[in-house]
T-cell receptor, first 111, second 111 residues
């Protein structure tokens, strides 16, 4: 089975900190995605990547950046964390037009 | 109008009931339709994947797509307490374009 591993399940950071959320997949998938999930708002796409060193903005990229230096790893960076970035962050990978495989999520709290 | 609309529930049913979960979408270009199940504090997992109109059955689950009315459904027969979760519909156009998700319906199956 494809595995998508997110480095932390729970994270607490202070306002203004730079935060790195790491995601690694083990099935050589080309496409990787970062979503945040909030009650009442559902899943919202932050950034995605079709290949190494490629990135595309999703629906809510403001305050975030990403890095994909290797095919298996897709990092989400919060340049200066703010309280409105408290959320569940979900990484997913996918090959072609297949379904997503999600990681277990990182619940980030910014205080 | 949101691209994908889904009744958030919550929906509570007795064990053994037939459950019907539904979504509507606005863009007739969507060709691929999926259902994900998400348990509390976990990432979503792919349940059903269909292309174009028609039915697809997998055990107790049936996915139905009616492209003429832009309506997708998931039926769960003989529902079990282990089916208690949030169910998300998802659609996309083609190729590797990102999925667009409904907000999810929370289902509780009471023993």
């Amino acid at each position: 089975d494809v595995k998508v591993t997110q480095s932390s399940r729970y994270l607490v950071k202070r306002t203004g900190e730079k935060v790195f959320l790491e995601c690694v997949q083990d099935m050589d998938h080309e496409n990787m995605f970062w979503y945040r999930q909030d009650p009442g708002l559902g899943l919202r796409l932050i950034y995605f990547s079709y290949d190494v060193k490629m990135k595309e903005k999703g629906d809510i990229p403001e305050g975030y950046s990403v890095s994909r230096e290797k095919k298996e790893r897709f990092s989400l960076i919060l340049e200066s964390a703010s309280t409105n970035q408290t959320s569940m962050y979900l990484c997913a990978s996918r090959q072609g037009s297949g379904g997503y495989t999600f990681g277990s999520g990182t619940r980030l709290t910014v205080v | 109008q949101k691209e994908v609309e889904q009744d958030p529930g919550p929906l509570s049913v007795p064990e053994g009931a037939i459950v019907s979960l539904n979504c509507t979408y606005s863009n007739s270009a969507f060709q691929y339709f999926m259902w994900y199940r998400q348990y509390s504090r976990k990432g979503p997992e792919l349940l059903m994947y269909t292309y174009s109109s028609g039915n697809k059955e997998d055990g107790r689950f049936t996915a139905q797509v009616d492209k003429s009315s832009k309506y997708i459904s998931l039926f769960i027969r003989d529902s079990q307490p282990s089916d208690s979760a949030t169910y998300l519909c998802a659609v996309f156009h083609s190729g590797n374009t990102p999925l667009v998700f409904g907000k999810g319906t929370r289902l509780s199956v009471i023993a």
